[in-house]
């Protein structure tokens, strides 16, 4: 790897550290037991000096180092946390993500731009260290040589449980035919300390007509009790250590250690682990747990025992309930980094590519099949794009990434919003582990921003109403996101003062948006803060209220074919929900043709098929009592030619409206890939993409959202009740 | 095959320097009878060759479906096979010497 490679790794490193660090200070505890947090915060700043060090990107050093510093005294209780120092280490961190934004622009030296900024926090941070600074600042110019390992493995406080130095010998093959004999050392170990326990390993022996007696097969694992130091220890076997494999785990040391340990030998890891439990160096329980773990993750391929130990040494022991609740989120994630490889976004959209690819080829080849009436290739190509089908949602799945992350992000949002309006609101974060395509998840950061903070800013109430009203004081803000028949649901919900209706209603009129004869249904009238120029905030704040926000989030949302809806309970808060496909670049669809065209129809969004028949004259049928309107599609397209005889009627559900969509005839099902069209083409309405079938023709996706659009008229007043 | 017990007996120094001599004998007894009983109560060392030896006849015995029995361990032999926990490997009763 070389140094340009090296530093990109540092700087996604780095901003995962700080990301980590920024939650841990989020969910500090200052009451109770800091100690897991501290760790966590003091682990991600000690790191990234450590690889800064190693860059020379000496400015990093420097500010790391006063950070540390005074972490360093939090952490051996000189100094306590408060929290003016949680909201200076907050800004810290930013200052830090500057940095590296600064650093992955190319700027290795620090920015003269940002240097007071930077001059600022240190001073205050000395302030913080309370009569030490002169120390402090002293250190931080001379001794900033790199001493991660050291301090990383210090601080770290998932440790096994075993008071012993735990020892591996596998004796070379020479070793007897030398001279030196392993019982021999073994004997003299014993003068340093108690042998609490020994497994003699023989696997290596082979079968009797090929063992030479001369050779050594031998290996030890053994757990000793000594006071010794490593180096004493070492020294027994000075003398074969040329021809034997020594490996020397220090008492408390992490399970990881162990792990590595049973990665580098030869054994087979069950059998190791149960040997390092023979002795007495890992407990029963340890590897129980790894062992279950093992069992459950089967379906994984090539999870070996060793990952799952790492996952294991991640996961803190069990303490109060309520800190392992918060300990969760930081420890889950880092559990999940250590499962996963980091593979360029380019690569995976090059493959969801190729599959395209595959499915428009497959598709070719049956129809070809269908073409030849071929029965055997029929079957041949039906197996084929089965197979294609399995793969298609095999990589699409690549694509997957965990709500979670964004979810957390919402936390500082939160912290930050919470003490911009001087109201005290938390964050209950749920479903984090709900998937969705990752380009959905990049655009749906914003949208979300701005439901969360226009539900703390409008939903949640001042302190004094809350309690008048005999709510807790504090306000609470809940994410929460889960999956729903091929789509994603994510829930932004407060439990403020709800949306009011009379309100909204009233302005919705002054604005001319619904006529006041119209008597709508309680979810219409919360929907209208969705139109566009619509707010009924009473003062505009600096965070919403100005008119400009639900409309833009709400096409956004649809941007990305998705809906949003909301709900709400007078004086009980009010919920926004979110509803987003889970992915965008492979869809069923559904293939009508209409005179020569063939379009796609997001299967989805497709009720039922009806045989046609309007009320003569009418855009409008009957639908079992219900009137349904129609869209022509030959009139909508101005295409030319009649109609054929029997037309069909597709009904179209999006959210609560509902439409018939009048085509000459239905083709069928299709696995639809979907290509984007050119930017030339941006401008027309009811087209969201296009996608290539089987015969190599041409297809266009319709934009089931906007077509809806066409027949219920711009406000949602003409929205038809589902 | 004779269903009976063979018995044989180790004395002196099982090492380095007769273990290759040492794995011939023991294997060609241990195939001689299904069961083979070794008498160790003359054995005044074992080292690491001629312990692995004896490792070597008891994993031997256990893949051809035989039985290997060690009986009447010196205090040689106790001595390092409590120190490398062996006892419980060969199965065997071990007389503890006082």
């Known amino acids: 790897m070389n140094l340009d490679e090296a530093l990109q790794t540092f700087i996604a490193e780095s901003r995962e550290l700080l990301e980590e660090m920024e939650n841990a200070l989020l969910n500090v505890d200052l009451a109770g037991d800091q100690g897991e947090a501290i760790n966590a915060i003091f682990r991600a700043a000690h790191t990234i000096k450590g690889s800064a060090g190693l860059f020379g990107l000496d400015h990093i050093v420097g500010f790391t180092h006063v950070v540390e510093s005074l972490l360093d005294k939090v952490r051996d209780g000189s100094v306590s946390l408060n929290d003016e120092m949680v909201v200076l280490l907050l800004s810290c961190c930013d200052y830090l993500s500057a940095m590296m934004d600064a650093l992955a622009a190319g700027r290795t030296e620090q920015d003269p731009d940002t240097a007071p900024e930077g001059e600022m926090l240190q001073q205050q941070l000395r302030r913080h260290m309370a009569g030490e600074a002169p120390e402090a600042a002293a250190a931080a110019g001379a001794a900033l040589a790199v001493h991660a390992e050291p301090g990383v493995e210090r601080i770290d406080g998932e440790r096994g449980d075993s008071d012993y130095w735990h020892i591996s010998l596998r004796f070379g093959r020479g070793v007897l035919q030398n001279g030196m004999d392993p019982i021999a050392f073994l004997r003299y170990l014993r003068k340093l300390g108690r042998i609490v326990g020994i497994a003699t390993l023989a696997d290596a022996l082979p079968p009797a007509d090929e063992m030479d007696a001369e050779l050594c097969y031998l290996g030890f694992e053994i757990a000793f009790d000594s006071a010794a130091d490593r180096e004493a220890i070492a020294g027994v076997f000075e003398f074969v250590q040329d021809d034997c494999t020594i490996r020397i785990i220090p008492p408390h040391s992490k399970v990881s250690e162990y792990v590595n340990l049973i990665r580098a030998l030869p054994e087979r890891a069950a059998r190791l682990g149960e040997i390092l439990v023979r002795c007495g160096s890992v407990t029963r329980h340890e590897l129980d747990a790894a062992l279950n773990q093992q069992a459950e993750a089967e379906r994984t391929p090539a999870q070996q025992l060793g990952s799952i130990l790492v996952d294991a040494g991640n996961v803190p022991p069990v303490v109060v309930e309520a800190a392992l609740a918060k300990q969760k989120q930081v420890s889950e994630q880092k559990a999940q980094e250590s499962r996963s490889i980091r593979v360029d976004s380019d690569k995976l959209d090059k493959l969801i590519d190729l599959v395209g690819e595959l499915i428009i080829a497959g598709a070719r080849a049956s129809m070809i099949g269908q073409h030849l009436q071929n029965t055997e290739l029929l079957e041949c190509t039906s197996t084929l794009s089965g197979l294609v089908e399995d793969v298609r949602d095999a990589a699409l799945e690549l694509r997957m990434v965990k709500i979670g992350a964004t979810f957390n992000r919402f936390q500082r949002v939160v912290h930050d919003v919470a003490r911009e309006l001087g109201k005290d609101i938390g964050l209950i974060v749920d479903g984090e582990d709900s998937e969705l395509d990752k380009t959905v998840v990049e655009k749906i950061g914003d949208p979300l921003m701005h439901l969360v903070r226009n539900a703390m800013d409008h939903g949640i109430e001042p302190a004094e109403v809350r309690i008048a009203a005999g709510k807790p004081a504090k306000g609470m803000i809940k994410l929460n996101a889960f999956h729903e028949s091929g789509s994603i649901v994510i829930e932004v919900s407060d439990d403020g003062g709800g949306l009011r209706k009379d309100k909204i209603l009233a302005k919705a009129i002054e604005r001319g948006l619904v006529d006041p004869e119209r008597k709508l249904s309680d979810s219409e009238i919360y929907n209208l803060i969705f139109e566009a120029g619509f707010s009924t905030a009473d003062k505009i704040t600096n965070l919403s209220g100005r008119g400009v926000g639900m409309d833009v989030v709400k096409r956004n949302i649809q941007a990305l074919r998705g809906s949003v809806d909301v709900s709400s309970r007078e004086g009980q808060g009010a919920t926004v929900t979110v509803r987003l496909p889970l992915t965008l670049a492979i869809i069923d669809g559904f293939l009508v043709q209409v005179g020569s065209s063939v379009f796609v129809i997001p299967l989805d969004m497709i009720e039922e098929c009806i045989e046609y028949g309007t009320e003569p004259g009418q855009d409008y049928c009957n639908l079992r009592g219900q009137v349904l309107p129609c869209i022509r599609l030959r009139r909508l397209f101005r295409m030319d030619g009649a109609p054929t005889r029997r037309e069909s009627i597709v009904v179209l559900k999006f959210g609560n409206q509902r439409a018939g969509l009048v085509v000459d005839t239905l083709l069928g099902e299709f696995q639809t890939v979907i290509k984007p069209l050119s930017p030339m083409f941006s401008e027309v309405k009811c087209i969201s993409g296009s996608t290539i079938l089987g015969s190599g023709e041409v297809a266009l996706i319709l934009d089931v959202a906007q077509l809806l659009n066409t027949v219920s008229g711009k406000g949602a007043a003409a929205a038809i009740p589902a | ?98």
């Open chain 2, 1 to 98: 095959m004779a269903d009976e017990v063979k018995r044989i007996a180790l004395d002196g120094e099982l090492t380095i320097y007769r273990a290759a001599e040492l794995k011939l004998d023991v294997l060609a007894a241990l195939r001689q009878a299904r069961v083979l009983e070794i008498d160790l109560s003359g054995v005044i060392e074992l080292d690491s060759a001629g312990l692995q030896v004896l490792m070597l006849a008891k994993q031997t015995a256990a893949a051809e479906q035989r039985e290997l029995r060690l009986v009447q361990h010196s205090p040689a032999v106790v001595d390092v096979f409590e120190l490398l926990d062996l006892v419980a490997f060969f199965g065997d009763a071990v007389l503890i010497h006082a």
